[in-house]
């Protein structure tokens, strides 16, 4: 038996999908973002629930991550955010979708499928509006329409962009600004190739702070997890993921006496302490030590003593009966991840993303 897990409710996936339908026209196409194992999830799981759930693409930011997807059965239309150039054959071979990104990559794509008889690709044109990340810039877009005018191999079926402050209302007026770019290159395109064309733009917060740009499809990650990064919203989503760790030691220190590596606490009075079998190897930052976070047990706050040790940390548990063999939250539904993350400087994402291999994974499966 597992001595961490991260317990994941898949009706409250489901809630979540639900509601974010709910803000969309009834034409709207929905992605849902599985990438990086669903933010440290189970990739397969959520993507066969949101399958059956009714998303209408999943996305993902790696080619070898859609082919553990598309080898384990799921069907739904996968776009790879941010393929390689050498990933033009598994891309064709496993039915996946590309976002193009760069003229170098649009060039390399094209050569090797006009030169050889493979199949078509259908691609979505990453603009960049301002993020300053991935995209095409405006002044290449002339380049872009006479390549893709002069081959027959790739297929353009969606122009994207993708916002930088959606989640800051008070930069409201960038995702604005942000829209008018993108809509003034898609027109240019579309002018130019004769040609009407899909378009999405809005991630999880762009879907509740600029609902009036959904287009054809928006795009949510994190939304789904529970966490849409404006705090109105937040009480109309239910969160996901709850992280748990057993206890594993529980032990009387003496006043003066030290709790772990590089005398990282020394106790200012006798006190019951108790050993989490949890660690930095699991994902649990060191920043979250020297009493900057904590966990929970029947309600009560637990603070961590002392520095995070690869497989485990320390907690004072001198106000509790917990015993060994007990379960402490990391975070959960009333303690989430995203109040953790912050008590370090850091993101929900962050924290969701790290969580180790080593941490089982339990669902509560879809309520009836």
Wanted: net charge negative; aromatic share 8%.
């Amino acid at each position: 038996m597992s001595q961490a897990k991260l317990q994941i409710d898949l009706s409250a996936l489901a809630h979540n999908f639900s509601h974010l339908k709910r803000q969309l026209h009834s034409t709207t196409k929905f992605m849902a973002i599985v990438k990086a194992n669903a933010y440290g999830n189970d990739a397969l799981i959520w993507s066969q629930t949101l399958e059956a759930l009714g998303a209408d693409y999943l996305a993902v930011a790696y080619c070898q991550e859609a082919i553990a997807l598309r080898t384990a059965g799921i069907k739904l239309p996968i776009l790879v955010f941010h393929p390689q150039q050498e990933d033009i054959e598994a891309l064709v071979a496993y039915d996946l979708e590309a976002a193009i990104y760069s003229l170098e990559q649009l060039r390399s794509y094209s050569d090797y499928l006009t030169a050889s008889d493979k199949a078509h690709l259908n691609i979505h044109l990453n603009i960049n509006t301002g993020l300053n990340r991935l995209g095409i810039r405006k002044k290449d877009v002339p380049t872009v329409i006479d390549l893709l005018q002069n081959q027959n191999k790739l297929r353009l079926t969606w122009l994207m962009s993708h916002l930088a402050a959606s989640d800051d209302l008070a930069q409201l007026s960038f995702s604005e600004q942000q829209a008018e770019a993108f809509e003034e290159v898609c027109h240019s395109i579309e002018v130019e190739l004769n040609q009407v064309y899909k378009k999405h733009l809005l991630n999880s917060s762009g879907i509740f702070s600029l609902a009036h740009k959904q287009y054809d499809m928006v795009r949510s990650g994190i939304a789904l997890h529970g966490y849409s990064n404006l705090e109105k919203i937040d009480p109309d989503l239910r969160v996901v993921a709850a992280l748990k760790a057993k206890v594993t030691q529980v032990f009387q220190v003496s006043k003066g006496e030290y709790v772990g590596y590089n005398f990282g606490f020394q106790a200012s009075r006798d006190m019951t302490v108790a050993t989490v079998a949890i660690g930095h190897a699991d994902g649990i930052d060191r920043k979250f030590g020297q009493k900057q976070n904590q966990v929970f047990f029947k309600g009560a706050a637990l603070p961590i003593l002392g520095n995070i040790c690869m497989d485990m940390f320390m907690v004072d548990v001198s106000s509790t009966s917990i015993k060994a063999g007990d379960w402490v939250s990391i975070f959960d539904a009333q303690h989430n991840a995203d109040l953790s993350a912050k008590s370090i400087g850091t993101i929900s994402y962050e924290l969701l993303c790290a969580i180790g291999p080593r941490v089982e994974r339990e669902f509560i499966l879809l309520e009836n």
